[in-house]
């Protein structure tokens, strides 16, 4: 079964970056193996998860407004991974971060989304 293992997070000052990745593992080189959008979500403490970027297969990205001009994503379709490139990072940027991508596992299976399991950024002042 496919799994997204996510990397990368920790504890940054304010001001700082970090790199994040998600790389899809496991039954990843099934026949008809296949990846749509990917994305990275945040949920920080007390508040719902919020989209942050998203990319898809085409490398077409969409990013929340938040985070526009400082956040990058990308995605290396050979490696199955998702980036998110994260500079000048703020205390309000602090959250779990959930990779997200619309997949399926075979051509005998249908899309759908999987999730990382989550990795903590914390922004200090």
């Known amino acids: 079964q496919v799994q997204l293992v996510e990397s990368g997070g920790g504890l940054v000052q304010a001001g700082g970056s970090l790199r994040l990745s998600c790389a899809a593992s496991?039954?990843?080189?099934?026949?008809?193996?296949?990846?749509?959008?990917m994305g990275w979500y945040r949920q920080a403490p007390g508040k719902q998860r919020e989209l942050v970027a998203t990319?898809?297969?085409?490398?077409?990205?969409n990013y929340a407004d938040s985070v526009k001009g400082r956040f990058t994503i990308s995605r290396d379709n050979i490696k199955n991974t998702v980036y998110l490139q994260m500079n000048s990072l703020k205390p309000e940027d602090t959250a779990v971060y959930y990779c997200?991508?619309?997949?399926?596992?075979?051509?005998?299976?249908?899309?759908?989304?999987?999730w990382g399991q989550g990795t903590q950024v914390t922004v200090s002042s």
């Open positions: 990319i898809t297969s085409f490398g077409t990205t």
């Open positions: 997200n991508a619309d997949l399926r596992e075979s051509r005998w299976t249908t899309y759908r989304h999987y």
């Open positions: 496991g039954a990843a080189s099934g026949i008809g193996f296949s990846i749509n959008d």
